[in-house]
């Protein structure tokens, strides 16, 4: 079974740019959630989708948005970057997301899309 | 939101077990606790989960105390492969809580 796949891998912006990412789950998978990693902060949670519905949403601002696909498929999108948003973006996804029943499911992460803001 | 506390970084030699305890004072009743793994330029990869006691696996074992106020992650005999992050998670029904990773603990393996 094919793992979780980003792309693109590396990305370089400038300040004010957008940028979109995509994130495509395992198959059969619903949820998909997004992180922002960076040395200081550690790994982060941005939002997740299940079922093309946001369902759980971290504490990022606004130009932070993401959307899911019928197929799953996640794009996140981040508007007007700063140098701050240099970071690695992490997918994951899980079979019933993170909400289970009685317990949570595994979450499968992504090899990441590494931004640079310049 | 139960939150936890790990030690930033530990070192071990290769071969020795490796003990990694993670504190999560406020964890709710309905909270399982979870350990992930990543390597660098890697996204984090599951270990291990448990709601009390013990469990095993063939990578590692947890350990979690009657009152589950703290969880140790234990790794037998480890190799410089070994060296990583490692995460400790508490979630609730929710999820909700599975969502802060924290910084976790860099285990350094040393030959």
């Known amino acids: 079974k094919a793992g979780v796949t980003q792309t693109p891998r590396y990305l370089i912006k400038t300040r004010g740019q957008q940028v979109t990412l995509s994130c495509s789950p395992i198959?059969?998978?619903?949820?998909v959630s997004w992180y922002q990693q960076t040395p200081g902060q550690g790994l982060q949670f941005l939002f997740e989708?299940?079922?093309?519905?946001?369902?759980n949403k971290g504490n990022f601002p606004g130009r932070f948005s993401g959307r899911q696909f019928s197929n799953s498929r996640s794009e996140m999108n981040v508007s007007t970057l700063e140098l701050g948003d240099s970071a690695l973006y992490l997918c994951a996804s899980s079979l019933l997301g993170l909400a289970g029943a009685g317990s949570y499911n595994e979450q499968f992460f992504g090899p990441g899309t590494r931004l640079t803001v310049l | 939101l139960a939150k936890t506390t790990q030690p930033i970084s530990m070192d071990s030699y290769e071969g020795q077990e490796v003990n990694i305890t993670c504190s999560h004072n406020n964890i709710a009743t309905n909270d399982y606790i979870t350990w992930y793994q990543q390597f660098p330029s890697q996204g984090p990869r599951f270990i291990i989960q448990g709601y009390k006691t013990k469990v095993t696996n063939e990578v590692a074992s947890l350990f979690i105390p009657a009152d589950r106020k703290s969880s140790t992650l234990s790794l037998p005999r480890v190799s410089l492969s070994d060296t990583a992050v490692y995460y400790c998670?508490?979630?609730?029904?929710?999820?909700?809580?599975?969502?802060?990773f924290g910084t976790g603990t860099r285990l350094t393996v040393i030959p």
């Open positions: 989708y299940f079922s093309e519905t946001q369902r």
């Open positions: 198959s059969g998978h619903r949820s």
């Open positions: 998670l508490v979630g609730d029904i929710t999820g909700a809580n599975n969502l802060f």
